[in-house]
């Protein structure tokens, strides 16, 4: 059995990234992220006895509706050039950071381009650190299916990123 804290620990990048996908915005996805762990431990009884498949994909259909929701209820378009929130300390000097910053927020800007069935498998990969059988099970997918979508993405983000750097 499993405690609030591990899962929080292993799981809360996960419900962030799902979160940033859908609302494109760094607070919202915090937001979002705190009211999935609120109501993950609300029902702890029941997921600390999920094994890893299960609990990852409640977690992903909870973060992922409690996004939609939000979007319906503002009813507006969000614009994309905010930097996500980063959960890690760099070690990097200011001026490594604000160049870290500004490639994290072309990089954004260009996955927030792609048509959702190439940008939801590079979030989950990339940001959330799931691998391909993972991104398979949880969107229903085959594994193969996963990889062409991976890369297709990566070819159309080399093509935007190139386009916006002027290349």
């Known amino acids: 059995m499993r405690d609030f804290d591990s899962i929080y620990e292993q799981y809360s990048r996960l419900v962030y990234w799902v979160a940033y996908n859908v609302v494109k915005n760094g607070d919202e996805a915090l937001d979002i992220t705190q009211e999935v762990f609120l109501r993950a431990l609300d029902k702890m009884s029941v997921i600390s006895k999920y094994n890893e498949v299960q609990l990852k994909g409640w977690l ?68 959330s650190g799931m691998n391909y059988s993972e991104i398979a099970d949880l969107l229903n997918l085959t594994e193969g299916t996963i990889k062409s979508r991976m890369s297709r993405a990566r070819t159309q983000l080399m093509e935007l990123m190139g386009e916006e750097n002027g290349f």
């Open 60 to 127: 992903y259909r909870v973060a992922r509706n409690a996004s939609l929701d939000l979007i319906r209820k503002r009813k507006r378009e969000t614009l994309y050039d905010e930097t996500p929130f980063d959960l890690a300390d760099t070690g990097l000097t200011p001026l490594e950071q604000i160049l870290d910053d500004e490639k994290k927020r072309l990089l954004m800007q260009a996955v927030s381009k792609l048509s959702d069935i190439y940008r939801e498998p590079i979030m989950l990969h990339y940001f």
